[in-house]
């Protein structure tokens, strides 16, 4: 039955990877940093969570931690009235990534499926990238860090928001993202696959403290 769940999983799911670089071994650790009890838990408790959202759009939401598969990926579906989210393993062995980081990551998915326009796919709802970012900061990330515990949340949302964004950046080759190198990007129109790990990391930043989605991908 478990296996195929997975299988039912791998072969349905968009994955949204933002991969370009193949080679992340010194990041990647050999056995987790976070737990294989941990990370379903996280997942578990996310989706107990988030459930108001997929209740108002009358589908289930379902949050799986795949233990078994090696890559630091995450993905996401809408189908069969529910909306589905997918992490990977390879994400709890990345030392960029911590429980508090996991959960932006999960947030980033859940702003795929609540996070309104601009839509990156219109046919099952799916918001552009940077939607999701903004969402997932916005609405989503001081509950998720409750779900963990209640202390110091405020410089909690901000190093989560560093860790994704130093992923983000080594999976790209690019220099770690700063709140002193904002990007210089100005779109002409916005774009809906995924912006710079920078860009990315002002628009984290733009959601938490209620700024405008930033021009680099955002043209209103
Ligand atoms: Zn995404």
């Not at 009890?37 to 799986?64: C, G, P």
């Not at 900061?137 to 209640?150: P, V």
């Not at 999976?171 to 696959?193: A, F, V, Y």
């Amino acid at each position: 039955m478990k296996i195929k769940t997975i299988i039912i999983f791998l072969t349905t799911f968009t994955a949204f990877a933002s991969f370009k670089l193949t080679n992340k071994r010194d990041l990647t650790t050999k056995y987790p940093l976070i737990s294989k009890s941990k990370f379903k838990r996280i997942a578990k408790t996310f989706e107990k969570e988030f459930m108001d959202f997929s209740n108002e759009k009358n589908e289930d939401l379902l949050v799986y931690a795949d233990w078994n598969d090696p890559s630091a990926d995450m993905a996401l579906a809408r189908r069969w009235e529910t909306a589905q989210i997918l992490i990977f393993r390879g994400l709890a062995h990345r030392r960029e990534i911590d429980p508090d980081a996991l959960m932006l990551i999960l947030c980033h998915e859940l702003g795929h499926l609540y996070g309104g326009y601009p839509l990156k796919r219109e046919s099952d709802e799916i918001a552009a990238e940077g939607q999701a970012d903004y969402f997932a900061t916005k609405y989503c990330i001081k509950r998720a860090l409750l779900l963990i515990d209640n202390k110091n949340i405020n410089q909690r949302i901000r190093n989560a928001i560093h860790s994704v964004g130093n992923f983000l950046a080594n999976n790209w080759g690019h220099q770690l993202p700063s709140l002193k190198t904002p990007s210089t990007i100005i779109q002409d129109q916005t774009i809906m696959d995924h912006p710079t790990p920078q860009c990315r990391f002002d628009t984290f930043f733009a959601g938490l403290t209620d700024q405008e989605r930033p021009r680099c991908w955002f043209k209103e």
